[in-house]
């Protein structure tokens, strides 16, 4: 099949309407995709791919490998920087070196973001696992799959009140129909939790108590399709990505990742899974599981306040991928978008949502002062005094910023965004035409002046 990056007629849309209509803040690209934008330069993140491989036993480098017994990887970021985007590269370059069989969960399809567990997320891991084996043609012997088929009739108890269980699910508790009989057995389950179904939390209760079979079950039956694969010369080692782990409430995070972090490591397999930059700093992951690595923002500036013309350019290829050049009336009206974006590429297309909402036939200096005022409203209905005095503060020594509980909160909410690795931060650019912050500002200055 062709690669889509290989289409050169592709065009950009020329009508504000069809530009609004294809803005889906949730939507990561595909390999392939044209309107991929190469982001590396403009973010400082020439290694994260090379470090990412190696904490997995691999320099791509080198060829070199040398994978752990087991690896759970956190992948930080901020919302709607990127990161699956990026993740979906990594994947299949791990996935084409045939060291790793790569398999992608994305917690957001399969399950309920608003109330997830471990219990339900390794269900999910278990099943595309065995979904992807089915559909690439690998088969394990009754024998290698029975642990987790027995586990499963000695845990949930199938009654008369249990309606939400499927005829499929009955079934795969059978002995036979191989890899597709389990995995049927594994989305029937899955498909509940994300539903909401009554027995939700009498399953979870169920997984809890005997946790440490299932545990052992599991991870003998990755060690099974790893000896399968290995045999076969397809990978060497099975490799999890579990993305949307990062989308999750404030509350399903730390109890996730946290306080659970045990349960999440009794699996013996390799793991990547993405996070939310502010659990980085919150300083209970107390080293139960790797996390390190994150991947930068783009930079408009460095910390200098110099201009980074690697992120100009990539922020703007990926504004004009998306809207037309002759929807714009000025090349400075689409300098002023990318400005105000911070370098977020969620944000540059809130402000491309906010204009295609406004203009008549053109994107001009009006309408974008507008979008922008309006996006700066969304940050001023949850803004305080303090968050704007530390916004400013931060500003005014961007190294430094804290990493309290209101440093966290404003990171979350990218009132303040991290570049570099976490070298500095810096407040969102509509952040700063909000009068609170210019108030801030002004009593920061009146203080220093006050007290020289």
Not at 213 to 226: D, H, P, V
Not at 243 to 258: A, L, P, S
Request: glycine share 6%; proline share 3%.
């Amino acid at each position: 099949m062709k690669d889509r990056s290989e289409d050169m007629s592709y065009q950009p849309p020329t009508n504000i309407l069809q530009v609004l209509q294809k803005i889906e803040y949730e939507e990561a690209l595909e390999a392939g995709d044209p309107r991929y934008v190469e982001t590396r330069q403009a973010r400082g993140s020439e290694l994260t791919f090379s470090r990412l491989s190696r904490k997995f036993g691999w320099d791509a480098d080198h060829d070199v490998f040398f994978a752990p017994n087991d690896k759970h990887v956190l992948f930080f970021g901020h919302i709607g920087s990127g990161k699956t985007t990026e993740l979906r590269r990594y994947a299949r370059q791990l996935n084409n070196s045939k060291r790793y069989y790569v398999v992608e969960v994305d917690v957001l399809a399969k399950l309920d973001r608003n109330n997830l567990q471990y219990t339900e997320a390794l269900m999910a891991m278990a099943e595309a696992l065995l979904e992807k084996m089915s559909a690439d043609g690998f088969s394990l012997s009754e024998d290698e799959l029975r642990p987790v088929r027995d586990w499963f009739a000695s845990s949930v108890q199938i009654n008369t009140s249990s309606r939400e269980l499927s005829a499929e699910v009955k079934a795969g508790l059978q002995a036979g129909g191989g890899i597709p009989g389990l995995a049927k057995l594994f989305a029937g389950f899955t498909a509940a939790f994300k539903t909401g179904a009554s027995q939700k939390n009498e399953w979870r209760q169920e997984i809890r108590n005997r946790f440490t079979t299932l545990a052992t079950a599991f991870s003998n039956l990755i060690r099974s399709a790893e000896a399968k694969l290995n045999a076969l010369g397809r990978a060497e080692r099975v490799l999890f990505i579990i993305d949307g782990t990062d989308k999750m409430r404030g509350d399903d995070t730390i109890q996730f990742f946290v306080q659970d972090a045990e349960q999440l490591l009794a699996i013996q397999t390799l793991a990547l899974y993405t996070a939310p930059l502010h659990l980085k700093y919150d300083g209970r992951l107390g080293g139960k599981l790797d996390a390190e690595l994150v991947l930068p923002m783009m930079k408009l500036y460095e910390r200098d306040r110099s201009r980074c013309e690697a992120g100009w350019s990539a922020l703007t290829s990926l504004l004009l991928l998306r809207a037309d050049r002759s929807l714009f009336a000025a090349d400075a009206d689409i300098e002023e978008l990318v400005r105000h974006c911070g370098g977020h590429p969620r944000e540059l297309l809130r402000l491309l949502r906010l204009c295609c909402e406004m203009a008549a036939d053109k994107i001009d200096a009006s309408v974008v002062a507008r979008a922008i005022a309006q996006l700066a409203a969304d940050y001023r209905y949850f803004l305080k005094p303090a968050d704007y005095a530390l916004l400013a503060e931060v500003d005014s020594t961007p190294q430094q910023g804290g990493n309290d509980e209101l440093a966290q909160a404003l990171l979350h909410r990218l009132a303040l965004m991290q570049y570099n690795d976490g070298s500095w931060r810096y407040s969102h650019p509509v952040v700063r035409t909000l009068e609170g912050y210019k108030l801030a500002v002004g009593a920061r200055v009146s203080f220093a002046m006050t007290n020289a």
